[in-house]
């Protein structure tokens, strides 16, 4: 009985590490919203971390959103810069190919 209590001690103090590590790590938040969520993720410790993971993942699903709107699906092959690249050959390129 000891060692599960230990075990569950130890696992809820790793899971609020993370979750006031995600929670100051927030690039949305305020310094002072920042401090807030990790005072309910000890002071409320299971739900304060089900929270900011609750919220993180919320953010990061907005970020992954965001980004792929704004960038090309597939840069390689259709940035300009590389069009540009492959159609003017290189002098080392030529020379090659002539036999040198």
Do not use: Y
Not at 52 to 63: A, C, I
């Amino acid at each position: 009985m000891e060692i599960t209590f230990i075990f569950g001690i130890v696992a809820l103090v790793v899971v609020n590490c993370i979750a006031t590590a995600w929670a100051l790590r927030d690039d949305f938040s305020t310094n002072s919203q920042k401090i807030a969520q990790a005072l309910v993720v000890w002071f409320v410790p299971i739900i304060g971390a089900c929270l900011v993971f609750g919220t993180k993942r919320h953010t990061l699903e907005k970020e992954r959103s965001h980004v792929t709107t704004l960038h090309d699906p597939d840069p390689f092959c259709s940035s300009p810069n590389l069009r540009d690249a492959t159609a003017h050959a290189s002098p080392l390129d030529s020379n090659a190919d002539a036999g040198h």
